[in-house]
């Protein structure tokens, strides 16, 4: 049995009027310690490291199978990953073709045809193709090209002052890695490629810009997308990655600009410095499949430099990513036959229905909402699909081929599968029982153009779902989280999709104006927003608004939910909190978790999801129930001015 609420993490020292977090996880967040190869902890991480553990048994418990079954493929997967004797003795001998290949490289066209070949093997393309709902008719899969060919986290990374030192020492990551690669001049080369970088950087969008479903959607001809992009051998580059032309008669370009803008480049640079970069692009994919030392370098920058971990992931960690990411639903359905108990999802279709309820009645009453969007609110909440657990179909994995012993192989294998799979689905119909998660992975989602919210196993575990807890914790914190999924549908994003998937504006220009000024005044109350033990860096309101209306919505209405559910705010206490007060709680104790000062900065910088301090904090100063579960008053540090609350759903 699982106690409801950890009161072992409480500080009572501080007042949950002044700082809820921090009074329900403070002891946690004082003692408890980052594992020396994470960037944080917490309730997911502690979910996550199980769900590892638990798939690790699977997999180790697998016979030597025949790899034309999906166990056989799992089990071939993980044993050419761990067979470090091998990997090791080969050094850095598989880059050896590529290398060939790249060297070979004589014309713009065949820089293009390159560049298809690294598309259809994963090894961070210039230009990235992926199938996807039509915003458009949602029923049928199209075709997406995105901006690429970044090795930083972001495009912000190549222009702000304030990542000078990291800019400096990705530099020198490159040319560590080109030496180790046995290449010449790895210095020369990796200022090459920095400049080049710069310069594809120059052309993206931003992430706020990308939010904007609307202007990322446009359905264009191959023909004009040839035209658009004056300098890039498309012909080439489709017959590089073998994709049948007739595959691209229409492509969704997600960011129009970044091919305009990153065509030229091909001959604005050198041929050398575009090698270059391929060379690099191709280490850096492959890289965490190459010896120790490639490994180890990779480790260097991207987890000790950019996220502060303290120690590389043990292999077998590494080595159950690596499959779940080849053959994730052959893993899934060995889990969910393990660790998922049905009466989970029954609770959970329970407690979705009294979410959805409490949004329905939230819709009817709201007062700044017009009779006709109202209507149309409703009739896509009736329309949500929610999905619960797993996938009931498994993915088809039989045209995969994997090579007993050949751990690059089957990366590049696995990848070239990938791109086929998708290939074979533009065009088609939607797969309306399609999962984008697996079951053993610890989070949720909802899909706009599917107007689907999608739980997975791993997730439905204490702190935030607990079949020994009483409903008012269980409501505060799975309530929330379902709540929170819900809200996408209506969030900055999700309100530019219709009930049936599609992209339409379907608010009176009077409603849409007014949730633009609730959106903006969240904005404003997370702009600058400066996490606890981070030095510089800071919360951006429009990157983290979508989340953050997830979350203002998903607690409100999970309190709302709560009550027609029978919940009764002023009940009988237990253990010295009364059911509003472990409402709350359920709340706080779901985002105990902490992460590194660096890692702290890379989400600022590139998550749309705001700190854990105030994704629980700053949404209960909104909150009037909180206000009353807790009798918060105007010298209280948690107080926000009535006025100054804002209420969305």
């Known amino acids: ?79 050419a990953f761990m067979d470090v004797e091998t990997v090791d003795a080969l050094g850095a001998a598989p880059l050896r073709p590529v290398f060939d290949a790249i060297d070979a490289v004589d014309s713009p066209a065949a820089l293009a045809r390159h560049l298809g070949w690294s598309l259809r093997h994963g ?39 304030a990542h000078a030192e990291i800019r400096g020492k990705y530099v020198d990551h490159v040319a560590r890695v080109l030496g180790l690669a046995g290449l010449d001049d790895p210095s020369g080369q990796a200022r090459a490629v920095m400049e080049l970088e710069t310069a594809i950087a120059a052309q993206h969008w931003d992430r706020v810009r990308c939010r904007d479903l609307r202007a990322m959607y446009n359905p264009t001809s191959y023909e004009d997308v040839v035209a658009m992009s004056p300098g890039f051998d498309w012909d080439a580059f489709v017959d590089g990655a073998g994709i049948p032309r007739e595959k691209l008669a229409e492509v969704i370009v997600a960011q129009p600009s970044f091919l305009e803008g990153v065509a030229p480049l091909l001959a604005a640079h050198p041929l050398d410095a575009w090698r270059s970069w391929a060379r690099w692009k191709a280490v850096s994919g492959l890289s965490p499949y190459l010896s120790a030392e490639f490994v180890e370098a990779r480790f260097d920058f991207y987890e000790r430099t950019l996220n502060g971990n303290e120690e590389q992931r043990p292999r077998w960690k590494r080595g159950v990513a690596f499959v779940e990411g080849v053959v994730g639903e052959a893993v899934g359905r060995l889990y969910v036959e393990r660790h998922f108990q049905p009466e989970k999802k029954a609770a959970m279709d329970a407690l979705v229905g009294h979410l959805l309820a409490a949004y329905q009645e939230s819709i009817e009453r709201l007062t700044w909402m017009t009779d006709e969007t109202r209507a149309e609110a409703l009739r896509k909440l009736a329309q949500f699909t929610p999905k619960v657990g797993y996938p009931v179909k498994w993915r088809d994995y039989s045209s995969l081929v994997v090579t007993p012993g050949d751990l690059v192989a089957c990366v590049l294998a696995a990848n070239s599968f990938e791109l086929d799979y998708t290939l074979s689905r533009i065009g088609g119909p939607v797969d309306p029982d399609e999962w984008q998660m697996f079951p053993q992975t610890v989070n949720a989602y909802y899909h706009p153009l599917r107007n689907e919210i999608v739980f997975p196993a791993a997730i439905l575990q204490p702190p935030f779902f607990n079949a020994d807890a009483d409903d008012a914790v269980n409501f505060g914190a799975i309530g929330a989280v379902i709540g929170h999924e819900i809200g996408h549908g209506f969030d900055d994003k999700g309100s530019t999709c219709d009930g049936d998937g ?35 860096g800071s919360v951006n309101g429009k990157l983290t608004v979508g989340e953050n209306i997830g979350d203002l919505g998903g607690l409100g209405i999970a309190y709302q939910a709560w009550l027609l559910a029978g919940g009764d705010p002023d009940g009988d206490p237990v253990d010295g909190l009364t059911p509003a007060q472990r409402f709350f709680v359920g709340w706080a104790q779901a985002w105990r978790g902490k992460r590194r000062p660096e890692a702290m900065k890379v989400l600022l910088a590139t998550d749309p999801h705001s700190p854990n301090e105030f994704r629980c904090n700053q949404i209960v100063r909104n909150l009037d129930a909180f206000y009353e579960a807790f009798d918060v008053a105007p010298d209280d540090a948690l107080w926000l001015p009535e006025q100054d609350r804002v209420a969305i759903w």
């Open 1 to 79: 049995m699982t106690a409801a609420i950890a009161f072992e993490h409480f500080d009572r020292g501080v007042r949950p009027q002044d700082d809820l977090f921090r009074h329900v996880n403070g002891t946690w967040l004082s003692t408890a310690p980052i594992a020396p190869d994470r960037s944080s902890a917490g309730g997911f991480v502690d979910l996550a490291e199980q769900a590892e553990k638990d798939v690790l048994a699977l997999i180790e418990g697998l016979p030597a199978a025949d790899p034309a079954t999906d166990e056989g493929k799992v089990a071939t997967l993980y044993r």
């Open 502 to 536: 599609r992209l339409r504006d379907w608010w009176q220009p009077a409603d849409r104006e007014a949730f633009e000024a609730l959106a903006d005044r969240l904005v404003g109350q997370y702009d600058g927003l400066v996490p606890e033990g981070v030095d510089g």
């Open 123 to 161: 090894l961070s393309p210039l230009v990235h193709l992926y199938e996807e709902s039509d915003p458009g008719d949602p029923t049928r899969y199209a075709v997406f090209s995105s901006q690429g060919g970044l090795g930083l986290p972001d495009e912000a990374y190549y222009r702000e002052a």
